[in-house]
């Protein structure tokens, strides 16, 4: 595939691991966050893992939107899901995020109509196809998604579809970041970047990391090389005494994001005062909601959901895991109470989360040696 | 110098190790669609309730078709449903599936397909001119095969309670004399191979319901396996120790029964498996592994190491094997696992399919 092979060569990548490798000071442990779940999803796809020297651990952050869903919400997307003639849409990997009382799918199966979307867009199609039933949409993701939802919201307005609904699961980067950053057990050495948000949102809301908090952090591609290259300028950074936001993905990602879709965004879309994150609790200003132009379009509003907060159970650790403050296997539910067949946390949840990879990938990434 | 694994890790470890060991229980309170996408859910189906209640030697040893012995021969028996949607795809049909489907596994056991049963389950209201469309297929499709259809069933049921139609069939077979074939037979050291490029009906099929609105020339790749088979047994029967085709769940799902049934680990090759690169835009697009996709005329070959190339050379004489690949190789650690080394030249864990990411494929 042409523009995509490229950034695979493994050649290169080989060139990288062995500069990587200089630039690791010997006895010093190295935990870099890679803060989106399309980097975790990369570095295990691609075993990036395997061509780094054992003292530099990637930490998965908080960057999966399937996973940071609370179980309260997916309650609430299932009760949505159960009203009459309702069809209920979402992406394919938020059928499996349990609720308190099972998933999306076990709803599905239970005869609610819940069909799997690849974009917004086509729930609105779904929409004008039947036009005789409400079809709400279940919007999650960051900045990088709310876009798409904001202008399909726009679109069905415009186009005065009014059997067209969206529950709002949308949430913003630099809040968790700050939590996260917040914490006082943090144990982290600098931060690959999200690079599809800051197409976005742009490199500027990350200058507060070096700024305040004295965090390196690199806007990475996802590709197994713009991965590896981030990884390399965060330890450059290190050895210089640098600290400062650098843009690994200049191909595509600009210093002031997009402008048109930051726009759209603040049509549609206000902020919560605060929003539920699975493992994390509540953070303030981190969620989105439909602004009061949309309030005819906003399922909470028009069908009204329990809104029950369902707490984390206790036993699950997935905050620290999150911060890096313990390894999954410290957990004290992992490989008992959570696995990835019954999951209970959000590390667990998705495949890439930090503890399901742990589950399934733990015993082999021992090869690696430490220098 | 290796990290060290701390006691309380390496207790944790085995704890899960443990786990992962033991047959797989059925503890859902309902069937989702995810127990017919032929991954983890289906095989806590099989495992945890329909082999345990059916206790006999023949069905534990979980084999794509029964043998049982009739008179001094060894007869193979296998039966599969078809519920594809849609029925009619580029380069097959539901009546061309339900046929090749059923030889397929009994080949897979290393019996010649002798005679096949059909079952019509149909919607009333179906136009007749699609019902003749479907069985002229299937007519073909035995006669091209080689395998009668030797007794039938139909069956109405009323409007929306069955898509269009939905058929079973149930193959016979006797099992020939130069396999001697089991999911339990891998060794360490056994050479893994794959007939062809994979992921082709799966993709099609996607493509095919026009839900994602990609277009690309992609047409499944449904047929009949015995002869291919015939022609390795030929070439190197005794050595061969398992065929399975990859359909639901794909190669993936097919690897990781038999590492476990075998207890042996598999090392798959990324940059070895063959892909046709419309469908590996297809799969990079939708977030899918083609690993995962499903085919309907591929199937995975192990077999020992010094017939691997006569293997290899067999397959890609037979038509449909042009492309057939080694793809990797069986070892001893980890045991029950497959692991991926990556084109990009990093190891992953290449687990089966969780979840169901697009249902009624066959």
């Known amino acids: 595939m042409k523009y995509v092979d490229e950034f695979r060569d493994p050649a290169l990548g080989e060139v990288l691991a062995g500069e990587i490798l200089g630039l690791v000071e010997p006895g010093r442990h190295y935990k870099f966050m890679e803060v989106c779940g399309g980097h975790t999803h990369s570095i295990y796809k691609y075993g990036i893992d395997d061509l780094l020297p054992a003292n530099v651990e990637l930490v998965h952050g908080p960057g999966c939107p399937v996973c940071v869903i609370p179980m309260g919400r997916v309650d609430d997307g299932i009760s949505l899901a159960h009203q009459p003639d309702v069809i209920f849409t979402c992406f394919g990997d938020m059928l499996r995020v349990p609720g308190s009382d099972g998933t999306l799918l076990d709803a599905k199966a239970e005869g609610a109509d819940i069909r799997m979307v690849y974009s917004p867009l086509d729930a609105l199609r779904l929409a004008k196809a039947n ?33 067209f609904f969206c529950m709002c699961n949308h949430v913003t980067i630099v809040p968790p970041l700050r939590a996260l950053l917040d914490s006082p057990d943090l144990r982290l050495d600098g931060f690959i970047g999200p690079g599809h948000v800051s197409t976005v949102v742009g490199v500027r809301p990350f200058e507060f990391i070096p700024a305040e908090y004295g965090k390196p952090i690199s806007v990475a591609g996802f590709e197994p090389l713009d991965v590896l290259h981030a990884i390399h300028m965060i330890l450059t950074q290190l050895k210089e005494g640098r600290c400062e936001v650098e843009n690994q993905y200049a191909r595509v990602v600009p210093y002031d994001g997009n402008p048109r879709a930051l726009q759209v965004m603040s049509e549609v879309f206000e902020l919560r005062p605060h929003f539920e994150w699975r493992g994390m609790g509540f953070i303030s200003q981190s969620g989105l909601k439909l602004s009061e132009a949309y309030a005819d379009m906003d399922a909470e509003i028009q069908y009204g959901v329990p809104g029950i907060r369902v707490a984390d159970p206790k036993a699950c650790q997935c905050g620290e895991v999150l911060k890096g403050v313990i390894k999954p296997w410290e957990c004290k539910v992992f490989g008992s109470g959570c696995t990835p067949e019954r999951p209970i946390g959000t590390c667990m949840v998705s495949s890439e989360g930090a503890c399901a990879a742990y589950y ?8 690696r040696e430490v220098v | 110098v290796a990290s060290e694994v701390s006691e309380r890790e390496q207790k944790v470890l085995n704890i899960i190790e443990t786990a992962r060991a033991k047959r797989s229980k059925f503890r ?24 345990p209640s059916f206790a006999n030697d023949t069905l534990e040893a979980m084999a794509d078709a029964g043998t ?30 339900a046929v090749n489907g059923t030889v397929n596994d009994l080949a897979m056991a290393g019996a010649k397909p002798l005679a096949l049963t059909l079952s019509l389950i149909l919607e009333e209201g179906l136009p007749a001119e699609i019902l003749k469309e479907q069985v002229a297929a299937v007519a073909k499709a035995s006669a091209e095969a080689g395998v009668p259809i030797v007794a039938g069933d139909t069956k109405v049921v009323p409007r929306g309670m069955c898509d269009q139609m939905y058929m079973c069939t149930t193959g016979m077979g006797v099992l020939d004399d130069r396999a001697s074939l089991s999911p339990a037979a891998l060794r360490p050291g056994d050479k893994i191979l794959v007939s062809g490029r994979i992921g082709d009906h799966g993709t099609a099929i996607m493509l095919a319901r026009g839900e994602f609105e990609l277009d690309a020339d992609i047409t499944s790749d449904t047929m009949c396996l015995w002869p291919m088979v015939d022609t390795l047994l030929d070439q190197a029967g005794p050595s061969l120790r398992c065929l399975r085709d990859a359909t639901r769940g794909g190669v993936a799902s097919v690897l990781n029964e038999l590492a476990r049934a075998s207890r042996v680990a598999m090392v798959i090759n990324e940059a070895a498996v063959p892909v046709h690169p419309a469908v590996a835009g297809a799969a990079e697009i939708l977030g899918i592994d083609p690993m995962h996709v499903a085919n309907e005329g591929k199937m995975v070959v192990i077999v020992a190491p010094e017939a691997a190339d006569a293997a290899l ?12 690949a080694i793809i990797g190789d069986c070892r001893t650690e980890p045991e029950g696992m497959v692991l991926m080394a990556t084109a990009f030249g990093g190891k992953r864990v290449m687990d089966q399919l969780v979840g169901d990411p697009l249902p009624r494929i066959c």
């Open chain 1, 131 to 163: 036009p005789d039933r409400p079809v709400i949409f279940f919007a999650i993701g960051f900045e990088t998604t709310a876009p798409s939802t904001a202008l399909t919201l726009k679109r069905a307005k415009a186009e005065g579809v009014s059997n």
């Open chain 1, 360 to 367: 399934n990938y733990g015993r082999f990434a021992r090869e």
């Open chain 2, 28 to 51: 859902d309170t309902q069937i989702t669609m995810a127990h017919g996408a032929g991954g983890k859910a289906t095989q806590s189906l099989i495992e945890g309730l329909l082999v």
């Open chain 2, 68 to 97: 049982v012995a009739v008179l001094g021969g060894n007869v193979a028996m296998t039966t599969d449903s078809f519920v594809v949607n849609p029925i009619t795809f580029p380069g097959g049909t539901i009546g061309e599936l």
């Open chain 2, 313 to 324: 050379a067999a397959l890609r004489s037979a038509p449909g094997g042009e492309a057939a």
